[in-house]
């Protein structure tokens, strides 16, 4: 990979479920057994009831706007073309936050709390990742 | 029994800071340790406890020892909580001395990530990929703590409608601090509008709402209150001890952002102290950014949740205000040495020998460290006297 590029995941095992679901356009999470917990990034064990009995679920894809930072200044030349460029944490309705990228308005456009939903952008061969749009 | 007024800061030792080349972290903590020692006049075979804190640079450890020639020590750590971590370990010497395992203690910090051709941002902004899922994080293009305390300052902003011109008020205010402080490193005075006009790092946060990055080392003796009555420098008494640690989370409900963990170690501290928050005559608070001042200032109950923005920005933190907080100008304008700017600040103000930025009621400061996203916290009360 050059190093002018965006850095691209590499799936492992552990977090095969979700870049194959990615790669379906499917939001899939890591969700508890035993308490029902949705989980992100992989874990081992879930936060709220220590259990180890995970499953992997497709989850709705829907939230709303946490918060945001726009970066303006270039810390990987991969982004060099792309600032500035910005950071969002949606919340799911499944009562987590996730880091992601909003796309499809502007960065002047988002607001606290607006509506979002998953979209997907496939960045090679191998990978595509979910990023959030404003809902329909 | 309470350790209010047992225990004693005996010495400080700060070495130079800022782009200062040719050392790495080890010495610099070596330096620190040896001016410590010669400004409580104690000599280096009478320390028997040795407490280490390292930056993001490598190398610094446990090795700090057999680089002072120390033998047989009595108490040894490398610790690390972050930002908190120089409050932390003159609690922990502080109890160690007081369970009567050891007797002179010296906490030390140190870093070297500058070198010659590297940016600040460079330096703290590591980006080796990580597999899996984590690798999500690079490909979004989150960076280095920026990003972290950029969410966490636009959530404060949306939530209770802070501004940045608030924020600005306390860049302003440290800045003219750090003109009257010698060991400064950014001595021009600055106003709202260069902080304004300052370009943006990560928005909402200005590249004056971020801290320096320095090289340097900072070190305390920590002994018995006693002992230290008959050394060189005036004791600075350790009155109150806490900490919090909110950690992290990405679940709803809670909300890591605004809230950090003076909420929980203000309780301990204030009550071993056994003193108020209206008796506090000078703040050192950790400030990695603007916004961190802003939202620990709310957490200790000085204004409330969601106030701070308008409680800063009349420029009360200034020199000329009425609140005289982080006196020396801070890790925004004067050096970065992690919890090591604020107590070094707190240990010379307490003393008297602040010189032209010395505030005339000095008797009582409180020092906050701070690490992670807002996930660390230590808190300390330290005073002029006993009790
Ligand atoms: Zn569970």
């Known amino acids: 990979m050059a190093e002018s590029e965006v850095p691209l995941p590499v799936p492992d095992e552990r977090s095969k479920p979700f870049f194959e679901g990615a790669k379906r356009h499917e ?14 990034p ?54 987590l936050r996730v880091t992601t990228n909003v796309v499809g308005c502007s960065n002047s456009e988002l607001r606290a709390d607006m509506p979002l939903e998953v979209t997907f952008e496939d960045l090679s061969e191998k990978v595509t990742i979910p990023k959030f749009k404003p809902a329909e | 029994m309470s350790l209010r007024g047992k225990y004693a800061i005996a010495g400080l030792g700060v070495t130079q800071m800022g782009r200062i080349y040719g050392r790495n972290s080890v010495d610099f903590a070596a330096e620190a340790v040896k001016l410590a020692i010669e400004d409580a006049g104690l000599k280096k075979e009478e ?12 190398g610094l450890s446990l090795n700090l020892q057999n680089a002072l020639g120390l033998h047989d020590l009595k108490l040894l750590n490398h610790m690390n909580a972050a930002g908190s971590t120089a409050g932390q370990m003159v609690q922990f010497a502080s109890m160690a001395i007081d369970a009567g395992i050891v007797n002179v203690v010296a906490c030390v910090y140190a870093d070297a ?17 990580r597999p899996g899922m984590s690798g999500l994080f690079s490909t979004y293009g989150v960076f280095g703590p920026n990003t972290g305390y950029a969410l966490a300052c636009q959530r404060h902003m949306l939530k209770y409608g802070t501004t940045s011109r608030q924020l600005g008020a306390i860049a302003v205010a440290e800045r003219a601090w750090a003109v009257m ?25 200005h590249l004056l709402d971020c801290c320096l990055v320095s090289n340097g080392g900072i070190a305390v003796v920590v002994m018995s209150a006693e002992r230290a009555r008959a050394l060189r420098q005036p004791p600075v008494y350790i009155l109150g001890m806490g900490q919090g640690h909110p950690g992290f989370s990405n679940r709803s ?32 608070i950790y400030d ?9 200032l709310e957490d200790y109950g000085f204004c409330e949740k969601g106030e701070g923005g308008a409680f800063v920005e009349d420029g009360k933190l200034s020199p000329d205000g009425s609140f005289p907080t982080n006196t020396g100008g801070g890790q925004l304008s004067s050096y970065y040495m992690w919890g090591m700017t604020p107590l070094s600040e707190a240990v010379i103000q307490a003393r008297g020998q602040a010189g032209g930025r010395q505030v005339p009621k000095h008797g009582l400061v409180l020092v906050t460290g701070n690490g992670g996203i807002l996930e660390y916290h230590s808190c300390l009360i330290l005073g002029t006297h006993p009790s």
């Open chain 1, 27 to 40: 939001l899939v999470l890591q969700k508890c057994k035993s308490c029902g917990a949705v989980l992100w």
């Open chain 1, 42 to 95: 992989v874990k081992f064990r879930c936060d709220s009831c220590l259990n180890t009995e995970l499953e992997w679920a497709k989850v709705s894809g829907k939230g709303k706007l946490y918060t945001f930072a726009i970066m303006h200044q270039v810390f990987h030349p991969g982004f060099a073309d792309k600032v500035p460029y910005n950071i969002a944490v949606v919340e799911l309705d499944e009562g």
């Open chain 2, 47 to 58: 320390l028997d406890g040795l407490l280490v804190n390292s930056g993001v640079s490598p």
């Open chain 2, 113 to 129: 990530p500058l070198a010659p051709a590297k940016t600040s941002g460079e330096a703290f902004a590591s980006r080796p990929l």
């Open chain 2, 181 to 205: 402080n010698p060991m400064a490193q950014m001595r021009t005075p600055i106003t709202i509008e260069d902080h304004q006009n300052s370009r943006y790092v990560v928005q909402p946060l």
């Open chain 2, 253 to 284: 409900g809670l909300n890591p952002e605004t809230r950090t963990g003076a909420v929980i170690a203000k309780d301990a501290a204030f009550k071993m102290a056994g003193v108020t928050l209206a008796d506090i005559d000078i703040r050192e």
């Open chain 2, 288 to 296: 990695c950014y603007t916004y961190t001042v802003l939202v620990t």
